[in-house]
């Protein structure tokens, strides 16, 4: 999982409850975790900072996106 630290993606989807997320980082899809999640809308680049769990990458919001 540390190939991923500092890598770019973007959010993919979002769950009902809006704590999380799903980011594509290197061509996979992860969930994520967020420390200002009602900033984040789909299409937003982000970085990844660290891990939550196995499954849970912790990232934070980049300036721009994919639209």
């Known amino acids: 999982m540390l190939a991923y630290l500092e890598k770019e993606g973007v959010i993919t989807s979002m769950a009902q409850t809006g704590q999380r ?18 900033a984040l809308v789909i299409g937003d680049l ?7 769990n196995a499954t849970t990458l912790l990232v934070k919001r980049l300036e721009g996106n994919w639209k």
């Open 21 to 38: 997320w799903r980011v594509r980082v290197l061509g996979t899809e992860w969930f994520a975790a967020v420390d200002d999640a009602s």
């Open 46 to 52: 982000v970085q990844v900072v660290g891990f939550v």
